[in-house]
């Protein structure tokens, strides 16, 4: 990790209100409806490669194009079936869509030829992962894992509590190995596993001037200390007044990749520290902040790997978990780890997704998650933020981050759960106290009025 002076400044600290909308308006995106087989769109001008790969994520094909399309996409429609759909989305491109014997069926699109069709897009804002599966257990102590692992053709590559992560030689393999395993008394439930898409990256913008953090790190009489789990990418070395409140990082993931810019991970804990210098009144905090990389040298982290973060926290000591991250696809094993540490006294704090839409996003929308969306710094909800019926607080949305005399900008609503969880922890004085108080102080020191969506 680099070790670099960083000062991060949110674009609103006081607490609003989000507005209600006044408009109906399909919010932009791409949702497949997999009840029906059609598609919804609302394109206002996206690179086809976004439009791909929100396809992908949503009908979980494998998309390939010919390496060096470039286009731009707007259009508009409501229930289209796939034949109908793809002309419009794609324009004059040409494109086959095949369906394999293993249910994971291929679009190629081209110019020239199909075979020319050989650039994956990634799913984007989250996709499945195609050679693995997460085998849960009914008694974990009474099952041979590895036999039933080999039994189904795969291989364990990790375990927590009485989950396995199975990974197979192939996609079709993993198809028919969950088929067979769901089939089986010992095992409790199957699903694939699913990734979550990188964060947003920094954005370069012109100097700005920072304020002071006004906040020193102190300690409890008992040596006692409420501890925010930070799950994200790596962390770098923060400045001084910014590092005397993290603890040594956890690689869930090892191997992150170096970065001479700010990391999304940096981001969200100065974003988060700034959040503890709101929540105390008294400028000393005794929460500290213990960073969890779930990303590592990866551009994407798994459902996997986030549920062991998870898990992993609350063993470490962590009572407030920060999730700036997620996906529009619900994964019933991460919703039960979310829903076990809730019961345990965790209060898992997450971000609502930026895609201006009302569509429910992962793990915010779990009932046991505080889901936090953005405001803006004119008092309403932030354009790029979603607002279902499922978000709970509108926080801050924007980071100011100086590096090495650069300024760098990240927004979304992963800055705003990170500052909210900062503010939780400012709150939570006492290491041992329960959070629900603290949760609806959140609730009411960040009050969200949803927007109706189409």
């Known amino acids: 990790m680099t070790a670099s002076r960083f000062i991060v400044l ?18 932009p995106g791409v949702r497949w409806h997999a009840a029906t087989g059609h598609h919804d769109a609302v394109i206002p001008g996206w690179p086809i490669e976004r439009v791909l790969g929100r396809l992908a994520a949503g009908t979980g094909w494998r998309v390939l194009v010919e390496p060096g399309i470039r286009a731009e996409v707007r259009t508009s429609f409501t229930g289209l079936s796939s034949r109908e759909a793809l002309p419009r989305i794609l324009g004059g491109l040409n494109f086959i869509l095949t369906a394999a014997t293993n249910g994971i069926s291929t679009l190629r699109v081209f110019r020239t030829s199909a075979a020319s069709a050989a650039e994956e897009i990634a799913a984007g804002r989250g996709g499945v992962i195609g050679d693995e599966l997460i085998v849960r257990l009914r008694k974990p102590g009474a099952v041979n894992a590895a036999l039933l692992a080999a039994q189904a053709g795969g291989k364990i590559t990790g375990t927590n509590g009485a989950a396995l992560r199975l990974i197979f030689d192939s996609d079709a393999a993993a ?27 920094p954005v370069a913008v012109a100097n700005a001037a920072f ?77 500290r902040i ?25 063993q470490d000591g962590a009572t407030i978990i920060n999730l700036s991250l997620g996906s529009p696809q619900d994964s019933p094993y991460l919703r039960d780890v979310v829903a076990s540490v809730t019961a345990q006294g965790a209060l898992v704090i997450a971000a609502a997704g930026n895609d201006s839409s009302p569509a429910p996003f992962y793990p915010a929308a779990y009932d046991s998650a505080l889901a936090v969306t953005a405001s803006s710094v004119r008092g309403g909800l932030a354009g790029y933020a979603n607002f279902g019926s499922f978000v709970d607080i509108a926080a801050p949305g924007a980071t100011y981050v100086s590096l090495n005399g650069a300024s760098w900008m990240v927004q979304g609503t992963s800055v705003s759960s990170a500052f909210a969880s900062g503010v939780a922890g ?16 959140l609730t009411s020191t960040f009050p969200f009025q949803s927007r109706r969506g189409p």
């Open 211 to 287: 304020p002071p953090l006004g906040l020193n790190p102190t300690v409890n009489p008992d040596g006692s200390k409420r501890v925010i789990a930070l799950v994200d990418t790596a962390v770098q070395t923060l400045s001084a007044e910014f590092q005397s409140f993290l603890l040594p990082g956890v690689d869930i993931v090892p191997g992150a990749k170096p970065s001479a810019d700010p990391t999304h991970g940096t981001s969200m804990a100065e974003a988060m520290v700034r959040g503890l210098a709101a929540g105390y009144s008294d400028g000393a905090s005794t929460t």
């Open 426 to 441: 400012g709150m939570a004085r006492d290491a041992q106290a329960p959070l629900g108080t603290v949760r609806l102080s």
């Open 175 to 201: 198809v028919a190995a969950k088929a067979a395993l769901e089939a089986n008394a010992d095992v409790a439930a199957v699903e694939n596993n699913l990734e979550f898409a990188p964060p947003e990256t």
């Open 290 to 314: 213990r960073p969890y990389d779930v990303y590592g040298p990866n551009d994407s982290a798994s459902t996997w790997d986030v549920a062991r973060a998870v898990t992993q926290a609350v």
């Open 10 to 27: 949110l674009v609103a600290t006081l607490p609003v209100r989000a507005r209600a909308s006044t408009t109906n308006a399909p919010a």
